[in-house]
């Protein structure tokens, strides 16, 4: 299905995409970043090694829980994690999960030029081959960083062998996103090319014409259990969903450091609720990793712009 630039991004959440086969397939992903690596307190790579580690517990800890309900995810590691522990990518391994790059090390890819992104996304993918021997084909930007103003990642995505990326956020925050982005999986047509490349954007609800982020990070935090298991099965009756967590939201012992609002609340709040919120997603739904979900393909293409009005 094509869609022309008439029809472009304008998609309702009553959409059926995904549905080809007449089954959706819900996703759990994992970023795999320690807790001072992510862009709420903007800490220097060359200063991540006065931090705690915490990355090998946290991420044992998600571990064992998905041995426990027996399902698949995709992780979206870090290269400069793949450097520093490359026995947290064993142990994902052998554990049967999938390895996505997160980049190398969580810098914003809509504050970067092409080049020095592609040299990120090339690094990140060569530090986790290394470990794993497999293509890295899966890509997360950091903090969801690509979108309409830097659309040219996309391509520099396909380009480096990437077939899925998940760096789309369908709603605007103080890092990043636009609420004109589609909510739902597609293949991205740049000035009319068509990419293979299949973009899964995160997972919000639509109603009266706006859209609410609960499916992962301190939205899925902050939210009541009751309202994200009812917001995840009413988008899950249309299209496939996506739950993403990091190992380090479910270490409530994690060092506290100063940082500036809102990053100060949101990277604290409600850590305690986490394991309890995954594990009752993991109970009431079925998940897959990003690759065994799109595999069936029959994704729309969409039409994305540089700028929307
Ligand atoms: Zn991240």
Redesign the pocket.
């Known amino acids: 299905m094509s869609l022309t630039e008439k029809e472009d991004v304008r998609c309702s959440d009553d959409n059926t995409y995904g549905l080809v086969t007449g089954e959706v397939k819900n996703i759990l992903t994992i970023?795999v970043?320690d807790w001072f690596?992510?862009?709420d307190f903007n800490i220097r790579k060359e200063d991540w090694s006065s931090y705690e580690s915490r990355i090998r517990r946290n991420t044992e800890k998600v571990l064992e829980i998905l041995d426990e309900y027996d399902v698949k995810a995709t992780f979206?590691v870090?290269g400069g994690v793949a450097e520093s522990e490359p026995g947290v990518i064993r142990s994902i391994i052998e554990a049967g999960h999938e390895i996505g790059s997160?980049?190398s090390y969580?810098e914003m890819a809509d504050r970067m030029e092409p080049k020095l992104f592609r040299e990120d996304v090339r690094r990140s993918c060569r530090s986790i081959e290394d470990i794993t021997g497999v293509k890295v084909i899966e890509f997360?930007a950091?903090?969801w960083s690509i979108g309409p103003g830097n659309i040219w990642a996309l391509e520099v995505l396909e380009e480096e062998g990437i077939k899925v990326d998940s760096s789309f956020q369908p709603f605007k925050t103080f890092l990043s996103g636009n609420s004109k982005l589609p909510m739902h999986p597609f293949h991205p047509v740049i000035e009319g090319r068509r990419l293979g490349l299949i973009e899964f954007p995160s997972t919000v609800i639509g109603f009266l014409g706006l859209r609410m982020p609960f499916s992962g990070g301190a939205y899925l935090r902050m939210l009541p259990e009751s309202f994200i298991i009812w917001a995840f099965r009413m988008v899950t009756r249309k299209r496939p969903g996506m739950i993403y967590v990091?190992p380090w939201e479910l270490d409530t012992e994690q060092p506290h450091i100063e940082s500036e609002f809102p990053f100060n609340i949101s990277h604290y709040k409600n850590l305690d609720t986490t394991e309890r919120k995954m594990r009752r997603l993991l109970k009431e739904f079925d998940f897959h990793s990003l690759s065994v979900a799109v595999q069936n393909d029959g994704f729309p293409d969409i039409v994305v712009k540089a700028q929307y009005p």
């Open positions: 970023d970043e690596h992510t862009n979206f870090l997160h980049g969580h997360r950091p903090s990091h």
